[in-house]
């Protein structure tokens, strides 16, 4: 989350995935105001992750409308805005039950 916050991605949130899927503990999703600074922060990121010890696969990287991070227990997205708001990860991950939305931490 420091790492997204100090790359300026906007509006990121984090979904406690515990219960609902064995991909991962969390899902954080967040969002770049072009392809050019999503490709930027996702690239800082895996390098942050691997500094720290952790292994991050990207895939995306090339079109950088939306781009994921798998850094193991934790799944990161990072997308366009209007590429974001097209699929609405946060709606599919955190409303699909009555009482979820309260799992939706905004950063």
Known sequence: MKSLDDDQAQDVVSIALAGKSNIADHMVIAEGRSTRQVAA???KLAERVKKAGGTAR???LANADW???DAGDVIVHLFRPEVRSFYNLERMWAVDEEGDAAE???A
Do not use: F, N
Request: aromatic share 0%.
């Open 58 to 60: 990207i895939e995306g």
């Open 104 to 106: 939706v931490a905004e």
């Open 67 to 69: 781009v994921l991070i």
């Open 41 to 43: 922060i996702a690239q």
